[in-house]
């Protein structure tokens, strides 16, 4: 499952370069402030060795589920904050993600420091993957770095979009440490589990995970369903769910993933 990182990249080569980062900066708020910076201090090693080695660090990431509309309380200027309280390079923000503001910003970095665009997900065409939105997003940089393990499974223009379009423009896109570190993790506990394998899954929704359920059920012993995503399996078993939520254009999926497992 290895890889090509941002580690395997020569640091003389990153001077001067603008490095696109997708991160996963999905930090509850309350009342402004950033309540649990653990996805920021995760993301940390990635920023510091692009900003140690003069690169020109742009920061992309969603945050909530604005569903293609600006909403001010999703906005990541906080999560800026707190990353430039964490990081020892200069952090900015600008209000805006692929627009002029954004091409502005980014034309304006200095070596070593980072800027972090607005929230990718104001952008309607971040989640259907809009293929016009990518090559924007690509337009800005001169190298892509995946960051975003938990999101990694989303086809959004940020990511897998971005990705796509910066290997059209002849333009490098690598795996960042965190993915490198879960992708080591995963692929040790898959290549050789010890038994028994126990999967646990979460999440609020199972459309978004079935590929990742029908890859582990030949390899586990038991794979447990937790979070809003178990509605759907209580609704494919006939049990009453009341209020919660569930994907009723997924039950006889969940139905039929219940049946294969046995």
């Known amino acids: 499952m290895r890889k090509k990182t941002v580690a395997d990249l020569d640091p003389e080569t990153l001077r001067g370069r603008t490095a696109l980062v997708r991160a996963d900066l999905n930090v509850p708020l309350e009342h402004g402030v950033v309540a649990d910076d653990k996805r920021i201090r995760a993301s940390l090693p ?8 003069g690169a020109r660090v742009v920061l992309l990431s969603h945050l909530g589920r604005p569903k293609g509309v600006v909403r001010p309380e999703m906005s990541l200027r906080p999560v800026a904050e707190r990353l430039d ?4 390079a200069p952090v900015g923000f600008v209000s805006d993600t692929v627009g002029p503001d954004a091409r502005a910003a980014v034309d304006a970095l200095e070596p070593g420091a980072v800027l972090v665009l607005e929230n990718t997900r104001f952008l309607p065409g ?3 993957d809009d293929p016009e939105l990518a090559a924007a997003l690509a337009g800005m ?3 892509f770095v995946n960051d975003v393990f938990g999101a990694a499974h989303r086809a959004h223009a940020s990511n897998a979009g971005l990705a796509a379009a910066m290997r059209a423009r002849g333009k490098e896109a690598v795996a960042g440490l965190l993915v490198d570190r ?10 050789n589990p010890a038994r028994p394998f126990i999967a646990v899954l979460g999440g609020a929704k199972i459309s978004g995970k ?3 359920i029908e890859a582990l059920l030949p390899k586990v012993d038991q794979l447990l369903i937790g979070g809003a995503m178990a509605n ?5 078993l006939s ?9 009723d254009d997924r039950v006889d999926t969940a139905r039929e993933l219940l049946v294969r497992a046995g």
């Open 46 to 53: 990635t920023l510091r060795l692009l900003t140690d080695a």
């Open 85 to 88: 309280e964490l990081i020892d």
């Open 126 to 128: 971040e989640t259907a």
């Open 141 to 143: 940089g001169d190298l």
């Open 182 to 191: 879960e992708m080591e993790f995963l692929g040790r506990a898959l290549a």
């Open 210 to 212: 079935i590929d990742v």
């Open 232 to 236: 759907t399996f209580f609704g494919a």
């Open 239 to 247: 049990l009453e769910t009341g209020a919660s939520l569930v994907e």
